[in-house]
T-cell receptor, first 112, second 115 residues
Framework: AQSVAQPEDQVNVAEGNPLTVKCTYSVSGNPYLFWYVQYPNRGLQFLLK??????LVKGSYGFEAEFNKSQTSFHLKKPSALVSDSALYFCAVYSSASKIIFGSGTRLSIRP | DTGVSQNPRHKITKRGQNVTFRCDPI?????LYWYRQTLGQGPEFLTYFQNEAQLEKSRLLSDRFSAERPKGSFSTLEIQRTEQGDSAMYLC?????????????FGPGTRLTVL
């Protein structure tokens, strides 16, 4: 069965510093991976996806993610954090039945 | 606004009552999904439609839950005889028929509180 794990419930970063939100996956077959962000009182917003090709995927709002097959990881990164990046981030994997399986989420807090 | 919309945004009900939620997907999207999200957890898949056909239901979807998409456009999710454990955010998403594992576009959700 497809699954993703987000080992950190919360990540705290100072504004201007680089940030990483971790995700590991377990899939049978090729992994199709996503990152979504959820702001308070708003729906999930798509950030980026990995289907195939380059291991470094660029997405919205300056975020990128690095696919690492040997470590079965898909960590989300940003070179310089903004206070407005504070939100709940979900890693997800595409399941064989066309649904998306989400991780438990990581709350990112950027302090000024 | 051409995004996914959901109504109502909030619903408070007493245990045992029936509730119905509506989702209007992005107009050209064939697929429509329902998820449930409880506090501190990621969304969990409930069911999805391709056009008007309901193609899969999660085991999370008990007999008290029913979803419809009668004309392949909007969808409704009904919960009968609500229980306190049904309190959650119910999310709707839509996507085109996947050709390259398209991302799903989510609505703002309906927050259900069962007293």
């Amino acid at each position: 069965a497809q699954s993703v794990a987000q080992p950190e419930d919360q990540v705290n970063v100072a504004e201007g510093n680089p940030l990483t939100v971790k995700c590991t996956y377990s899939v049978s077959g090729n992994p199709y991976l996503f990152w979504y962000v959820q702001y308070p009182n708003r729906g999930l917003q798509f950030l980026l996806k990995y289907i195939t090709g380059d291991n470094l995927v660029k997405g919205s709002y300056g975020f990128e993610a690095e696919f690492n097959k040997s470590q079965t990881s898909f960590h989300l990164k940003k070179p310089s954090a903004l206070v407005s990046d504070s939100a709940l981030y979900f890693c997800a994997v595409y399941s064989s039945a066309s649904k998306i399986i989400f991780g438990s989420g990581t709350r990112l807090s950027i302090r000024p | 606004d051409t995004g996914v919309s959901q109504n109502p945004r909030h619903k408070i009900t007493k245990r045992g009552q029936n509730v119905t939620f509506r989702c209007d997907p992005i107009s050209e999207h064939n697929r429509l999904y329902w998820y449930r999200q409880t506090l501190g957890q990621g969304p969990e898949f409930l069911t999805y439609f391709q056009n008007e056909a309901q193609l899969e239901k999660s085991r999370l979807l008990s007999d008290r839950f029913s979803a419809e998409r009668p004309k392949g456009s909007f969808s409704t999710l009904e919960i009968q005889r609500t229980e306190q454990g049904d309190s959650a955010m119910y999310l709707c998403a839509s996507s085109p028929v996947p050709s390259s594992y398209n991302e799903q576009f989510f609505g703002p959700g309906t927050r259900l509180t069962v007293l």
